[in-house]
C-alpha cells in the first residue's frame, strides 16, 4: 500500500504529492512544522501541538489555510488511511508559490500557504530499546539564528550537528552558546543532580518544547523538584544523570557527554520513571 499523504486539500499517493519548485519552502526555508507522535492510534499532544504552531505562523505573518478543527481531522484522516498505530505524523506550512523568486514576502490573498501533511510510521516507537541504553552526545557551538522558539524547517545546521556527532561515534549534539547549552540537534536537554532536573529557561534561544512542557507538569505532579536555568557542558558531565526530550523520543536518557560517562554509562532512575510517567499520562490524553 501506497503511503497517503495530504497537500493543499488533497489526499494523494505519496507519489503523486507535489509541490512547486517556486514555493517559498523550498527556495527559502521560508516554512514552519511540527512533529507530532501517534501511539495506539492515537494523536498525542494535539492542542500544544497546534498552539505552537499558531505562534510560529504568527510570529512570520504566515497564515494557515484551514482551521485547527480542520487540521485535527486531517491528522485523523492520515493516521486512518494509513492505519497508523506508532509513529509520527509531520506537517509543514510555507509562504506559498508566488511564481517566481523574490525575497519580498508575496500578498497573502494572491499566493495561499503551502500545508502538507504525512505519516511516518515507528513500530515500537514507545518500546524503544534505546531508552534503556541510553544514547551519547557531543557538544558543538550554537550557531543558529536567533529566533529558535519559532520552529522553522531551517534545519540545515541541527542536520550538520547529527552529522558531526555521528562521525564522532555519538548519537547527537547538544548546542552551546556563551558556555551554556542551548538545546539538543532536535530536542531539549535536562540534566539531574541531587535529585533536581535542571533545564534551560524559556526564551527565544529555544524552541518551546511540547515534550519538555509535559514532562516539567507530570515532573512537579510527581514532586519532582525542576529548576528552570542553563547550565554548562562542565556541568552536565558532573550531574548524576542527563536526557533530552522530543516528540519523536519522549524522555531519552543520555549516558555520555564529550566522552565523559555519566553514572557509570548507565541509565538513570530520574530519566526512566520521566519516560514512564510521560507514556502513561499522554496515552490516557491522545485523541
Ligand atoms: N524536533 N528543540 C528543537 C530544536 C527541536 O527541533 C525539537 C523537536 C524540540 C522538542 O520539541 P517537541 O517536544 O515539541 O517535539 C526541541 C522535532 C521532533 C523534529 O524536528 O523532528
Same mark, same amino acid.
Given at each position: ?9 488533497? %489526499? !494523494? ?14 527556495? $527559502? *526555508? ?13 494523536? !498525542? #499532544? ?5 498552539? /505552537? @504552531?499558531?505562534?510560529?505562523? +504568527? ?20 493516521? *486512518?488511511?494509513? #492505519? ?10 510555507? /509562504? ?14 494572491? =499566493? ?13 516507537? *514507545? ?32 542536520? $550538520? ?28 536537554? %535536562? ?8 533545564? /534551560?529557561? @524559556? ?8 515534550? +519538555?512542557?509535559?514532562?516539567?507538569? %507530570?515532573?512537579?505532579?510527581?514532586? $519532582?523538584?525542576?529548576?528552570?536555568? *542553563?547550565?554548562?557542558?562542565? &556541568? ?27 553514572? &557509570? ?6 530519566? =526512566?520513571?520521566?519516560?514512564?510517567? %510521560? ?9
Amino acid at each position: 500500500m501506497s503511503r497517503i499523504v495530504y497537500v493543499n486539500g488533497n %489526499y !494523494l499517493p505519496e507519489e503523486e504529492a507535489t509541490v512547486s519548485i517556486f514555493d517559498r519552502g523550498f527556495l $527559502m *526555508a521560508d516554512g514552519v512544522y511540527e512533529v507530532t507522535s501517534v501511539l495506539d492510534g492515537k494523536i !498525542l #499532544e494535539f492542542p500544544g501541538h497546534s498552539a /505552537r @504552531l499558531e505562534r510560529s505562523l +504568527r510570529e512570520l505573518d504566515m497564515a494557515l489555510p484551514v482551521t485547527m478543527d480542520e487540521l485535527l481531522t486531517i491528522h485523523r484522516e492520515l493516521v *486512518a488511511r494509513n #492505519e497508523l498505530v506508532e509513529g509520527m505524523i509531520y506537517l509543514q506550512v510555507t /509562504r506559498g508559490n508566488p511564481g517566481d523568486r523574490d525575497f519580498a514576502f508575496p500578498d497573502p490573498a494572491a =499566493t495561499p500557504s503551502t500545508l502538507v501533511l504525512f505519516t511516518q510510521s515507528k513500530p515500537g516507537l *514507545a518500546d524503544n530499546p534505546v531508552a534503556k541504553k541510553g544514547i551519547k552526545v557531543i557538544s558543538i557551538e550554537d550557531i543558529r539564528w536567533g529566533r529558535r522558539d519559532i520552529k522553522t524547517v531551517q534545519l540545515l545546521y541541527p542536520s $550538520m550537528g547529527k552529522m558531526m556527532a555521528k562521525k564522532a561515534g555519538a548519537d547527537d549534539a547538544w548546542m552551546v552558546e556563551d558556555g551554556f547549552v542551548t538545546e539538543g540537534t532536535s530536542n531539549n536537554v %535536562y540534566i539531574v543532580k541531587d535529585g533536581k532536573i535542571i533545564t /534551560r529557561q @524559556l526564551s527565544q534561544d529555544i524552541l518551546h518544547g511540547i515534550t +519538555r512542557a509535559a514532562v516539567l507538569r %507530570y515532573a512537579a505532579e510527581a514532586q $519532582m523538584e525542576v529548576v528552570e536555568r *542553563a547550565f554548562t557542558i562542565a &556541568e552536565a558531565q558532573a550531574a548524576d544523570e542527563a536526557f533530552f526530550t522530543s516528540a519523536s523520543a519522549f524522555v531519552m536518557p543520555v549516558v555520555e557527554i564529550d566522552g565523559v560517562a555519566l553514572s &557509570e554509562g548507565k541509565v538513570g532512575p530520574v530519566a =526512566t520513571r520521566l519516560r514512564e510517567i %510521560y507514556l502513561d499520562e499522554s496515552r490516557k490524553t491522545a485523541i
